[in-house]
């Protein structure tokens, strides 16, 4: 019988567009005729809501969550555009669905390919994760202002963090170390956060006394963005909190090739909710409409998604022929739509045909 994925695609705005297609191409080639893909694209993002006033309603959220996973392009319009202040998008969009669907845990592996240049002189082994908290932290959007546009303005932003949530990711966290380095690094700043901080380490101490082969570390995370550029083979799972997991990843990118090859998923483990795979970028409007991005970002989200999905086989080819492209690449210049198909035509060589 012929397993279905049911996948709903949001590509966004910007170069979300363009990588989303090359990602879908990629991912189609990948699964081979025993599997038959159907996608449904929503038209959500910036532009979708400046031509129709609509961000994301709750009729949408439902229908969304019929799917199996979603593959999510990237959203954000002009800066300058005051219909578009205060993240509007971001937050009515892509927060909303982060948050609706209980993607608690926001996965971001960085590996250095063996082809790939690392703006590091001496790199070492670069292959860890960033488990990254996804529905809390200061994203929460609680905090406000008052007494707007005088000198006393006064304006916050409270870091929500619930023993709840801490747990959740950090559980997750160490059962994937036990599957890879077994190492966990928690990063945080509990000597000036301390009480977001103490949450955080008494419920990574915790977690630790019930993995005893897997060693757990702390860095604050100032001196966590030192070491991912002085020694990034040191790490293996990093956990921390929504904040400085954003933070952290565009560096993780930096370090291992671009942001154009970052990859990562937005993940329910419980299968509660769909989850959601996209590139760690934004839509990059200085380069949108232009074929520069790089969609391998979004083409190993994708991979990420078929793993997610349990087609660990189809994720495995995408990764492979990403692997062998970024070789073959070297310092030439392609289009998004070239990398993209000379991705899709290895992983197609590669896919069964019976
Ligand atoms: N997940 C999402 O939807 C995200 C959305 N955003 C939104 O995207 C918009 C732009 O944000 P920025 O801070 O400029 O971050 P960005 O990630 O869009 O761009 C940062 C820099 O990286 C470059 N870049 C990004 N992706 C690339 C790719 N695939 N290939 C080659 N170069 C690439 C861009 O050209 C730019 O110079 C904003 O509206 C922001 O809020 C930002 C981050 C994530
Ligand atoms: C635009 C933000 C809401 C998201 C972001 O930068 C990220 O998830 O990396
Ligand atoms: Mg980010």
Redesign the pocket.
């Known amino acids: 019988m012929t397993r279905v994925l049911d996948l709903a695609t949001i590509p ?1 705005d ?3 567009v363009e ?1 989303v297609a090359e990602a879908l191409a990629v991912l189609k080639a990948a699964v081979g005729p025993d599997v038959e893909v159907t996608t449904t694209e929503y038209p959500f993002g910036a532009e979708h809501f400046l031509a129709t006033g609509e961000i994301l309603g709750d009729d949408d959220l439902a229908t969304l969550a019929q799917h199996e996973a979603i593959l ?1 392009g ?4 002009d ?1 300058r555009d005051p219909r578009l202040a205060g ?1 509007i998008i ?1 937050r009515g969009l ?1 927060l909303k669905l982060r948050f609706a669907f209980d993607h608690y845990v926001n996965l971001r592996p960085t590996k250095l390919y063996p082809s790939v240049t690392s703006p590091l002189a001496d790199p070492g082994e670069v292959d860890f994760v960033i488990v990254r908290e996804g529905t809390e932290g200061p994203y929460v959007g609680n905090g406000g202002v008052i007494r707007q546009g005088t000198p006393h303005e006064i304006a916050t932003e409270v870091s929500i963090n619930t023993a709840y949530g801490v747990e959740r990711v950090v559980k997750h966290a160490f059962e994937l170390a036990e599957k890879r380095g077994k190492k966990v690094t928690l990063v945080h700043k509990t000597n000036v956060l301390t009480h977001a901080g103490s949450t955080w380490s008494r419920l990574v101490s915790a977690e630790a006394s019930n993995h005893p082969d897997v060693v757990w570390d702390y860095l604050h995370v100032d001196a966590a963005t030192i070491f991912l550029v002085t020694d990034p083979a040191r790490f293996d799972v990093i956990v921390t909190d929504n904040l400085f997991g954003d933070i952290l990843t565009d560096l993780a990118g930096a370090i291992s090739g ?3 090859l970052a990859a990562s998923g937005n993940v329910n483990p419980e299968g509660a909710f769909p989850s959601m795979f ?10 949108a409409g232009q074929q ?4 391998t ?1 979004a083409i190993l989200s994708a991979a990420l998604l078929l793993d997610h999905v349990g087609l660990p086989e189809a994720a495995a080819r995408v990764t492979e022929a990403v692997s062998a492209d970024l070789a073959e690449r070297g310092s030439a210049t392609r289009t998004t739509s070239e990398v993209g198909a000379a991705i899709a035509q290895r992983v197609a060589a590669a896919a069964p045909t019976h």
Do not use: C, W
Not at 74 to 77: D, H, L, N, R, T
Not at 292 to 295: E, G, I, L, N, Q
């Open positions: 966004g910007g170069i979300g990588v999510f990237a959203v954000g319009g800066p993240g971001e892509l671009g942001i154009g996209e590139p760690v970028h934004g839509s990059a409007p200085d380069i520069k991005a790089d969609p970002a």
